[in-house]
């Protein structure tokens, strides 16, 4: 057995393709969707992933600004930012780059972030809403997830799915959202004990704690969708994901890459849930729903 790939550059692909008439709708209704990135620190991680954001937003139409801030930035100034960007009405999602810098807050900062322009989904708001069931952003690498699951028509309905990780940006709404699609979830992480006899019976497998190749082929169960969420570096500097991709594509039944895997589709989430909350503001329904 050979799994299939979850292409998730193709995928994002089509779901921007499909935002484009919803933003050119928008836009000639006088909202134009409008997304502000806050970048405090020189990181260059995080500025790479800054100027993706930039050009994925003008790829399909919506504005985007960037506020570069020094690293030396006071917790408070960058709250004040946050305050102004909360009250511009061109500004439809703001969206603060972690990590941030170590005198920071961040949890603080995220929460003084309106949870209307929140498209990260990280807002405490967001994340009670998720767990309620009655989500108004989703946060976007665990809704991209939901979006791959979708396109495959992966029967979550009744399945057993085993999330790996509980962080509050990924592992905890990801187990959220797969609950409400009526999968029957395990959350386990580094301290579950016999971590293994778990994710054997995982029909579907989403890693996403941090560590590379934390999931091997003896770990899977045959056939099973196993979804890679790590961002880990090799010690030539090169992408690597939670998953031993080689070994286990020879077990499950799908599986996605790292890169090219969920990462384009985090941002194209992010791009939705921008024009989402545009959307809202003009009063213009979504075609899709």
Not at 4 to 16: F, H, N, P, Q
Request: net charge neutral; proline share 6%.
């Amino acid at each position: 057995m050979t799994a299939r790939i979850l292409d998730g550059k193709a995928l994002a692909t089509e779901v921007r393709n499909a935002l484009v008439p919803r933003v050119e709708r928008l836009t000639a209704a006088g909202q134009q969707p409008g997304l502000a990135v806050i970048l405090v620190g020189d990181d260059p991680a995080s500025a790479i992933y800054v100027r993706n954001k930039g050009v994925a937003c003008e790829q399909i139409g919506i504005a985007s600004w960037i506020d570069r801030l020094p690293a030396d930035t006071a917790e408070s100034a960058l709250i004040a930012r946050i305050a102004e960007r909360n009250d511009e009405q061109q500004v439809h999602g703001i969206l603060v780059q972690t990590p941030l810098p170590k005198h920071i807050d961040s949890a603080k900062v995220l929460e003084s972030i309106a949870f209307e322009k929140d498209v990260d989904g990280l807002h405490a708001t967001n994340a009670g809403l998720t767990l309620m069931g009655t989500p108004y952003f989703r946060s976007c690498t665990p809704y991209g997830v939901m979006k791959m699951l979708e396109s495959i028509n992966a029967p979550i309905e009744g399945s057993h799915a085993v999330v790996l990780g509980r962080s509050n940006m990924v592992g905890k709404p990801m187990a959220m959202m797969l609950l409400a699609a009526n999968a029957t979830v395990t959350i386990a992480h580094s301290k579950t004990r016999d971590l293994a006899s778990i994710t054997r019976r995982a029909d579907i497998l989403v890693a996403a704690v941090g560590r590379r190749h934390l999931v091997t082929a003896d770990m899977v169960k045959p056939g099973a969708i196993v979804i890679d969420v790590g961002t880990n570096k090799t010690p030539e500097g090169k992408l690597a994901g939670d998953v031993d991709f080689e070994n286990v594509k020879r077990v499950a039944g799908w599986i996605s890459p790292v890169p090219g895997g969920v990462g384009p589709m985090t941002i194209t989430m992010l791009l939705t849930n921008t024009v989402e909350a545009a959307e809202r503001r003009a009063g213009i329904k979504n075609p899709a729903q």
